[in-house]
C-alpha cells in the first residue's frame, strides 16, 4: 500500500487534536458554491465529533475554506481544532471520529446505511493511515492511496461528493481529475 493522502483526518499532539477536511476539488482554483457549503457542512459533522471527546468551549475552526494548491489541482481545505476533556485519549477520539466524515457524509449514521447498501467494498480506500505512539498521532484519510490485493493487481479509489445539490456531470469530471493524477504516477 502506498499514499500520497494530502488530508489529515487528525493530528493528535499535547492533548489537542486537529482534523483538517477536504471537501472541493478542482483544476482551477474557482470553486462552485456547493463545494463551500458541502466543506461547511463536513467541519460541522466534525465539530459535532469532536465536541464528544472535547474540553467544552475548545473546538474551533482555526481556517475556513482556504484553497490548497496541489500538482494539477486544487483543494478547498478547513482546520477544526479541539483540546480534549481530562481522561480522553486516541482510542475515545478515534471512537468518536471514525469514519472519517469527508467520505462517510452528513448525517454521518444515515450516509453509512446508504453506502453499506450500494456500495462495493472500498477496501483500503477512505480509510485511515498513518502513526502513533499513542500520546501522539499523525493520520491521514486513505485518499490518493494504492494497494495490491493477493492477485497482484494494483488499485485505487478515487471518487466525489454527492449531494443534493450536485451535478452528476461535474461530480463525473472530479472523479476522473483526481483519477487522472493517481495514474499519472504509475507511468
Known amino acids: 500500500m502506498a499514499s500520497a493522502s494530502p488530508e489529515r483526518f487528525i493530528s493528535l499532539k499535547d492533548g489537542v487534536a486537529i482534523s483538517s477536511p477536504i471537501k472541493g476539488t478542482s483544476a482551477t482554483e474557482e470553486f462552485l458554491e456547493k463545494d463551500r457549503a458541502e466543506n461547511l457542512m463536513i467541519v460541522d459533522l466534525i465539530r459535532n465529533d469532536l465536541s464528544k471527546v472535547a474540553k467544552i468551549g475548545s473546538v474551533t ?3 475556513l475554506l482556504a484553497t490548497e494548491a496541489h500538482p494539477g489541482l486544487f ?3 478547513s482546520d477544526v481544532r479541539a ?3 481530562q481522561g480522553k485519549d486516541l482510542v475515545d477520539l478515534l471512537l468518536a471520529m471514525s469514519p472519517p466524515g469527508s467520505v462517510s457524509g452528513a ?10 447498501e450500494n456500495e462495493l467494498s472500498r477496501g483500503p480506500y477512505c480509510g485511515v493511515i498513518g502513526f502513533s505512539d499513542g500520546a501522539r498521532a499523525e493520520l491521514a484519510v486513505g485518499i490518493r492511496i494504492f494497494w495490491q ?4 493487481i494494483l488499485r485505487f479509489g478515487t471518487g466525489a461528493g454527492i449531494t ?3 451535478d452528476s456531470e461535474l461530480e463525473w469530471e472530479e472523479t476522473e481529475l483526481k483519477a487522472r493524477k493517481l495514474i499519472g504516477l504509475t507511468r
Not at 448525517?107 to 453506502?115: D, F, H, N, R, V
Not at 490485493?149 to 497482484?152: A, F, L, S, V
Request: hydrophobic letters at 30%; a negative charge.
Open 61 to 63: 475552526t482555526p481556517r
Open 75 to 77: 483543494h478547498l481545505v
Open 83 to 85: 483540546e480534549l476533556s
Open 107 to 116: 448525517p454521518k449514521s444515515s450516509a453509512l446505511k446508504i453506502i453499506e
Open 149 to 152: 490485493g493477493e492477485d497482484q
Open 164 to 166: 443534493w445539490g450536485s
